[in-house]
């Protein structure tokens, strides 16, 4: 089992930053990926970035490419999302998420809110 701790949310300005950080505890060997996803009202939830664990190898999205940086610390068992230059359709509650070889784990998502 892996449990994840999402925090870091808020209300930020357009053009503003945020730090997103996702803290994993239990079977933290398993896991191979963590990423964040993001999910805005009425919309489907969407891959954000996501990190290899072994090699620190990060993925994003068009929509965030440039923007956003997806980060490790594997001393502390977190991951970080740092997002900039914020837009107004960037607000969505965010979830941290962790693959290993048989099952998919979640945690329960923080909000971010851009105002334009």
């Known amino acids: 089992q892996v449990q994840l701790v999402e925090s870091g949310g808020g209300l930020v300005q357009s053009g503003g930053s945020l730090t997103l950080s996702c803290a994993a505890s239990?079977?933290?060997?398993?896991?191979?990926?963590m990423g964040w996803y993001r999910q805005a009202p009425g919309k489907q939830r969407e891959l954000v970035a996501a990190?290899?664990?072994?090699?620190?190898?990060?993925h994003y999205a068009d929509a965030v490419l440039g923007r956003f940086t997806i980060s490790r610390d594997n001393a502390k068992n977190t991951v970080y999302l740092q997002m900039n230059s914020l837009k107004p359709e960037d607000t969505a509650v965010y979830y941290c998420?962790?693959?290993?070889?048989?099952?998919?784990?979640w945690g329960q998502g923080t909000q971010v809110t851009v105002s334009s």
């Open positions: 998420d962790a693959h290993t070889l048989l099952a998919h784990y």
């Open positions: 239990g079977n933290i060997l398993s896991i191979n990926i």
């Open positions: 990190i290899i664990t072994s090699d620190g190898s990060t």
